[in-house]
C-alpha cells in the first residue's frame, strides 16, 4: 500500500497528503494515530500536532508561515488559518561543507553540440532575428513568414493541415512526417524570430536592460549570427546595444547585422536588403557541425511554474540531483525566481563560497522586495490561484520546494538580471518568479538548455534553447502528454530514487543537447520571449 502522508524534514510538524484523505480517517504514521480532521486533497498538508495561535509552521525544515488560529492535529493548512512568514537572515553563519554525488559513470560522456569560437559550446545552432524596438515587429513578422515558408523550416499545424484537407477536399501529399512542407533548405541551422513590446516609450533603465538581454542571446552559444533591425529614435539605441556587447565580449566573432530603417529608404528597400545578406550569414552557419564535447560546457536554467504541492517532493528534488551531478562535473546550472526563494536565504547565504556573493545576494533579495513593497505587493502575494489550490498557500511554503531545483552544490556566483554567467558550479541569478520573464532571463546569461519543472502543466519554451519539462505527478503528465518530457510521479508513489529520477534528467538533457531527441516544447514551436522591467513582476 502507498504510503498516505509524508514529512520532508525531521523537524517539519505538516505533513503532505500523497493521496486524497477522508474525515474521520485515522493514519498510523511515525508511531502515532493521526485522525483526519478535514476532507483532505493529495498535494495539500495537514497538522503533525497541535498548532496553537501564533505558532510557527515548518516544512523542508525551514519556517514556511504562522498560525492564525488553533489548528487541530490531522487539521488541514489553509489560507484562512496559516499566514506567511519566513526567518530572519543573519549573514553568513556557517562555512559549507559540500559531499558531491558520485559522477564516475558521467566523467567520460560527452554531448554533440555546436563548438564556437569563445570556446562555448551550444546544444542548437540558431539564426536570430530581433527588433530592438516594438515598432519593427512588423517587418520582423514579414521576415519570418518569407524565411519559414521558403526554407521550408516552419511546420504546418495539425490545424492548418486539417484547414487545407477541407478546402481542398483531399489528403495533403506535401506534408513530411515532421510536419515540415518541402524539403529543408539547410539541415544544421535554425532561423528564430524574436518581437516585443519595449525598447522606447518605458524608462531608459529598462532600455539598458533590454540592451543587455539581447547581447546575452547574442553571445548565447545556441546562436550563430544574428540579424537586428532598429527604427532609429528609439531609447534603445543601436550603441545601447553595441556597447552591451563589447560588455561581453570584446573580441566577438560571430556575424551580427544591424540595420536602422530611417537610414536606408522605403521598407521594401530594407526588407530586400536585410533577406540578401542575411541568407549569406545562414548558409555560412549551416556548415558549422555537431561535435563531441565534455558535459562541462552544458549551462543548464533551472525553472519551475504551474507547480504543485508535489513538485517539492518529486520533480523539483529530482531536478536538484541533476543540478548537482552537472555541478560536479563543472557545467553550470543556474537558479533564478528571487520571490521563490524567500524563506531560504540562510541556507543559500551559507552555501556561497565568497562572501561577496553571499552579501550581493542578500542585497539583490533586499532590493527586489522593497521595490515590490513600495507598489503595494510583496513576495508574500507570489502564490498563484492555481499554486494555492494545489497545497503551495504561503511563499516560503513555494519557495523551499521550489529553492530544491538548485540542489545542495555550493554557490560560484550570483548575477543580476542580464549578466552573464562565466564561473563552472551553481549561479543565482536574480529574476522574477514569472515563467516566461524568467526563463527568458536564464537564456540570456548563457543557459544553453532548460530543465522546467511542473506540478499543474505549462507549455512554456524559448526561441533559442530547448525547454524540457519535468511533471511532478503522474496525473498530469498522462492528461498533457504533449507537453511532458519527463514524469517524475514514481517518485510519489514509492517507485523511483529522487536519485534515479536526476539520472534520467541529465540523461534526458544529454539527448537533447546532442540533437538527438527534441523537447515537447521544441515540437509544439514554443518560442516564448518576456523581457523583464524591473519592480513590476513576482
Known amino acids: 500500500m502507498m504510503q498516505q502522508i509524508i514529512k520532508v524534514h525531521k523537524e517539519d510538524n505538516v505533513g503532505i497528503a500523497l493521496a486524497d484523505l477522508t474525515d474521520g480517517e485515522v493514519i498510523h504514521f511515525e508511531g502515532q494515530d493521526i485522525t483526519i480532521v478535514n476532507p483532505t486533497k493529495a498535494k495539500h498538508k495537514i497538522a503533525l500536532q497541535d498548532l496553537k495561535e501564533g505558532d510557527r509552521v515548518f516544512m523542508y525544515g525551514v519556517l514556511v508561515g504562522r498560525a492564525l488560529h488553533f489548528i487541530q492535529k490531522g487539521g488541514l493548512l489553509t489560507t484562512e488559518n496559516v499566514k506567511h512568514q519566513s526567518a530572519e537572515v543573519q549573514g553568513r553563519t556557517d562555512r559549507y561543507t559540500w559531499n558531491p554525488p ?248 551559507n552555501r556561497c563560497v565568497r562572501d561577496e556573493d553571499a552579501e550581493r545576494f542578500m542585497q539583490l533579495m533586499k532590493a527586489y522586495e522593497n521595490s515590490a513593497e513600495r507598489v503595494g505587493s510583496g513576495f508574500d502575494m507570489n502564490p498563484s490561484p492555481g499554486n494555492i489550490k494545489d497545497g503551495l498557500i504561503t511563499d516560503a511554503m513555494k519557495s523551499a520546494g521550489a529553492a530544491k531545483k538548485g540542489g545542495t552544490s555550493p554557490i560560484q556566483g550570483v548575477l543580476d538580471y542580464g549578466e552573464y554567467v562565466i564561473r563552472p558550479g551553481l549561479n543565482l541569478l536574480c529574476t522574477p518568479g514569472n515563467d516566461v520573464e524568467s526563463t527568458t532571463g536564464m537564456v540570456g546569461s548563457g543557459a544553453n538548455i532548460v530543465v522546467f519543472t511542473t506540478g499543474l502543466g505549462t507549455p512554456t519554451g524559448n526561441p533559442i534553447a530547448p525547454v524540457i519539462k519535468v511533471s511532478s505527478n503522474t496525473e498530469m503528465a498522462n492528461k498533457m502528454s504533449d507537453i511532458i518530457d519527463i514524469d517524475t510521479g514514481a517518485v510519489i508513489r514509492g517507485e523511483r530514487s529522487i536519485e534515479e529520477m536526476g539520472e534520467e534528467i541529465l540523461e534526458y538533457v544529454i539527448q537533447v543537447a546532442s540533437g538527438e531527441v527534441n523537447a515537447k516544447a521544441d515540437i509544439l514551436g514554443q518560442d516564448d520571449f518576456i523581457p523583464w522591467k524591473r519592480g513590476v513582476s513576482l
Open 102 to 349: 558520485n559522477i564516475s559513470q558521467w566523467k567520460e560522456r560527452t554531448f554533440l553540440g555546436y563548438h564556437r569560437p569563445d570556446g562555448q559550446v551550444g546544444t542548437q545552432n540558431v539564426w536570430l532575428f530581433f527588433p530592438l524596438v516594438f515598432c519593427e515587429n512588423r517587418n520582423i513578422e514579414i521576415l519570418k513568414d518569407a524565411f519559414e515558408k521558403e526554407l521550408a523550416i516552419g511546420k504546418i499545424s495539425k490545424q492548418r493541415q486539417l484547414l487545407r484537407r477541407l478546402i481542398l477536399g483531399k489528403d495533403l501529399s506535401d506534408i513530411n512526417a515532421d510536419g515540415t512542407t518541402g524539403e529543408r533548405t539547410f539541415e544544421n541551422i535554425e532561423v528564430k524570430f524574436i518581437t516585443h513590446q519595449g525598447g522606447c516609450g518605458g524608462t531608459r533603465q529598462d532600455a539598458e536592460t533590454l540592451a543587455k538581454l539581447f547581447a546575452g542571446y547574442i553571445k548565447n552559444p545556441n546562436v550563430a549570427g544574428a540579424t537586428v533591425l532598429s527604427l532609429g529614435c528609439q531609447n534603445l539605441q543601436i550603441n545601447l546595444l553595441k556597447n552591451a556587447l563589447d560588455v561581453l565580449d570584446p573580441n566577438l566573432k560571430k556575424p551580427v547585422l544591424i540595420y536602422e530603417q530611417q537610414n536606408l529608404g522605403t521598407t521594401e528597400d530594407m526588407l530586400n536588403t536585410i533577406i540578401m545578406e542575411s541568407f549569406e550569414g545562414i548558409k555560412e552557419a549551416n556548415n558549422i557541425q555537431r561535435k563531441p564535447a565534455p558535459l562541462s560546457k552544458l549551462k543548464m536554467g533551472l525553472e519551475c511554474g504551474g507547480s504543485d504541492g508535489f513538485s517539492g517532493i518529486s520533480a523539483n528534488p529530482a531536478l536538484g540531483y541533476a543540478s548537482d551531478l552537472l555541478a560536479a562535473l563543472e557545467g553550470s546550472p543556474i537558479l533564478s525566481e528571487f520571490p521563490e526563494l524567500c524563506g531560504v536565504e540562510q541556507e543559500l547565504v
